[in-house]
């Protein structure tokens, strides 16, 4: 289940930056929050 709740942040994540470079640096920073939340998932379920 916390793997599901991981990728998912990491799709979102990515999603945003791809809409933050086309159109918004709003978007970026919201998809890296998004990256930096997988990454901490992913520390804490190891």
């Known amino acids: 289940m916390r793997l599901n709740v991981n990728w998912t ?3 979102i994540g990515l999603a ?3 809409l933050g470079l086309s ?3 709003t978007f ?3 998809g ?3 990256l930096i939340l997988s990454f ?3 520390k804490k379920t190891k």
Request: charged residues 5%.
């Open 28 to 30: 970026l920073i919201v």
């Open 9 to 11: 942040f990491f799709t």
């Open 40 to 42: 901490i998932f992913r």
């Open 23 to 25: 159109s918004n640096q």
């Open 16 to 18: 945003f930056l791809v």
């Open 32 to 34: 890296m929050a998004f």
